[in-house]
Every structure is written in structure tokens, then in C-alpha cells.
């Protein structure tokens, strides 16, 4: 959030004192903007993150493609993820604005949920991001985040690519990390989550 982004090495430390890995979720608006993220707050709050300690994963779809990573295919909303809301209603994330279903619907025909629209917009590559050369990984970036905004059919306002080359350049400059020897981390794959490890890199 933007009160903690600067925050992240004591963050990890703190957790690394308990024992614990620490994972790490971008704030989304649901309720108001008031911790929302700023691009350049956005960017060294993940800078600050990966200098803190080795990194286990990252499925936040747009950091994951800037650095390199490529171990995503767009966010799993819509793809690999269903939530279950305690409404009664089945979303494609938790933070998607509109419902898809209802979780009976689930126990009738579990794998039409796919077929939904709200599914099928959660997993929509905006025309602009279309030939982006980081499109396979990043699809479009957190659509949530889009979506929450009406801005479904725009890049992701974290991207580096709209600004140009250079402003790529400097963002993967800010981003040097570590990788954690591989582990099974739980919900990485059916959530826009950062994890960083507890152990130490030497």
C-alpha cells in the first residue's frame, strides 16, 4: 500500500525473525484510493522486496514479465482461479467487481463456470497490449485492477511499456533479485501474490 511500500526489507525481516516467509499482495481499491499505489511507489515497492531476500515467486503478471521472470501467462483470474465469496457468489477473483454465478451452480456443472462472462472478460488482453512483445506473460497485466477502474480494455496503469524503451530499461534496472531455490508455495498459482524467503542467499 502506500503507506507500507518503503517498508518491504523491514517487513521481510520482521518475518524472517518469526521463522516465515513473507508474502506479499498489491493493494487493490475496492473501497477507496486512499492506499493506493502510485507508479513510481508501485515499482520500488517491488524493488525494495526483491533486495530484501531471495525470491520464491511472483504471479503479480506485469512484475513477473518485466523481469524476466516469464513464468505466468496473463493473471489467473479467469484461468486458474475461482473464488467463492461469502455472498453466495463465484467470482473469478476476489476483487472482481461483478459476480459470475452462484456457488450452487458449481455442484450442477462445475466447468461451464469458464464459459461465464465475467470469466471471459477476467481473462481479455486489451488491444493496446495486443503485439506488446510481453504479452504471452503479462496479458494485459491485473485485471482486476482494470476492471475495478472501468478501464478493462487499457494496459495496466503500472506498466513501464507505455512510457517507452527507456523507462523498461530503467524499471528492470530497479528490479535485481535473487531466486529462492523452488518450493510449493500455496495459492501461486490462483493468485497475484509475491513471496520472499526466509533463508538467506550467501
Given at each position: 500500500m502506500s503507506t507500507n511500500y518503503d517498508?518491504?526489507?523491514?517487513?521481510v525481516s520482521f518475518a524472517r525473525e518469526l521463522g516465515c516467509d513473507l508474502r506479499v499482495n498489491v493493494y487493490q481499491p475496492v473501497t477507496g484510493e486512499e492506499y493506493t499505489l502510485s507508479y513510481e511507489q508501485f515499482w520500488e515497492g517491488?524493488?525494495?522486496?526483491?533486495?530484501?531476500?531471495?525470491l520464491v515467486v511472483c504471479s503479480e503478471p506485469l512484475v513477473n514479465a518485466i523481469?524476466?521472470?516469464?513464468?505466468?501467462?496473463?493473471?489467473?483470474?479467469?484461468?486458474?482461479?475461482i473464488r467463492a465469496l461469502p455472498a453466495g457468489t463465484i467470482t473469478p477473483c476476489p476483487y472482481w467487481p461483478a459476480a459470475a454465478g452462484r456457488i450452487h451452480q458449481l455442484a450442477d456443472d462445475p466447468t461451464s463456470m469458464w464459459g461465464r462472462r465475467e470469466f471471459e472478460r477476467a481473462?481479455?488482453?486489451?488491444?493496446?497490449?495486443?503485439?506488446?512483445r510481453f504479452v504471452a506473460s503479462c496479458a494485459g497485466g491485473?485485471?482486476?485492477?482494470r476492471a475495478i477502474r472501468n478501464r478493462l480494455d487499457t494496459p495496466d496503469e503500472y506498466c513501464p511499456v507505455v512510457r517507452?524503451?527507456?523507462e523498461v530499461a530503467r524499471i528492470r534496472r530497479m528490479l535485481q533479485y535473487t531466486l529462492s531455490n523452488p518450493a510449493e508455495v500455496p495459492k501461486a498459482g490462483n493468485a497475484c501474490t509475491t513471496v520472499i524467503s526466509r533463508n538467506?542467499?550467501?
Open positions: 517498508k518491504m526489507g523491514e517487513l517491488f524493488a525494495g522486496l526483491f533486495a530484501a531476500g531471495p523481469v524476466g521472470l516469464e513464468t505466468t501467462r496473463g493473471n489467473p483470474c479467469g484461468r486458474t482461479s481473462r481479455s488482453v486489451p488491444e493496446a497490449c495486443r503485439s506488446c491485473c485485471a482486476s485492477r517507452g524503451e527507456q538467506v542467499v550467501l
